[in-house]
């Protein structure tokens, strides 16, 4: 019992923490095109791509020469 009523907050910290780790970002690309992201893309990988989940769950993938902008959102 007692660890139930420990764990319980616990585990409530460790969620919310979680939560606020995402950080929205607003990648630009060079013909102006914007796109909004729930975290940062992950970086250019060995085929020259960028790769993210805009906010509607969209997975994009894009040419890495074609970003112009990758910034934090405010």
Not at 7 to 34: D, E
Request: charged share 20%.
């Amino acid at each position: 019992m007692k660890i139930n009523i420990i764990g319980l907050p616990l585990v409530m910290i460790a969620v919310l923490a979680l939560a606020g780790c995402a950080t929205p970002t607003v990648v630009t690309l060079q013909n102006g095109t914007q796109y909004l992201t729930k975290d940062l893309p992950t970086t250019k990988n060995a085929s020259g791509f960028y790769e993210f989940v805009d906010i509607a769950g969209k997975h994009i993938k894009v040419k890495a020469d074609d970003v112009a902008t990758i910034k934090a959102d405010n």
